[in-house]
């Protein structure tokens, strides 16, 4: 005799939990990625050969137990299954959201959400254009707008971000980033459970903006100070 489920939706309901936590999981994967690389981009600031020697640095890691790239392939290949989880989750959880409102409304302003969490789908879109923008660019089959070579990691970042509209694009997209983060970071100890007290709320807030602020900070840095003329070939 089949058992019955007692609750009303309770399948559906730990359905949307494991999305979500497949979501935070996913997300933290993704803080992690961005810190490191962050820091690497700042090795501009420290000329041409620095930065040079961190990009190489990235292919021969781990050699001679892995081939050359192996240690970098390994990462792509988490950050690429992580990137199709995330946006899975996201697109379902959008869905069953819209699914739940049987009956038309009208839109109030919802003064209890925050700006980052109204603008978390849109920003999510953006980041996930500028992502494929940002690979085509760099990585393959790598595009240097100024015309110049492309097998020179610093002179292409320095050609790219001493472009205005590229620097301005990137900008935005690290604006979306900060508010992604913002409300990942908080939406992620939601979902893990650290939110359970008025403390533990202001906290998880608070580190969502430090976050935020030190990731797509220090990501705008590098393209300022390009445009600026500080950084230079």
Known sequence: MATTTLVRGARASRSTITLKL???ASGIIFIGFVLLHMYGNLKAFSGHDAYNEYAEHLRTIGEPMLPREGLLWIIRSVLIVSLVVHVYCAAALWKRANKA???KYVMKKNI???FSSRLMRW???T???FIIWHLLEFTVPK???AGGETNDPYNLLVDSFDTW???LIYLVAMFALAMHLHHGVWSSAQTLGLTNNARARRNAKSLGWIVAIVIAGGFSLVPIFVLAG???K
């Open 22 to 24: 497949l979501m935070a």
């Open 101 to 103: 409102r049987t009956t």
């Open 112 to 114: 209890a959400s925050s």
């Open 123 to 125: 920003g999510g879109l």
């Open 127 to 129: 980041l996930l254009l």
């Open 143 to 145: 595009v240097n707008v």
């Open 165 to 167: 509209w590229l620097t």
């Open 230 to 232: 500080v950084i230079t």
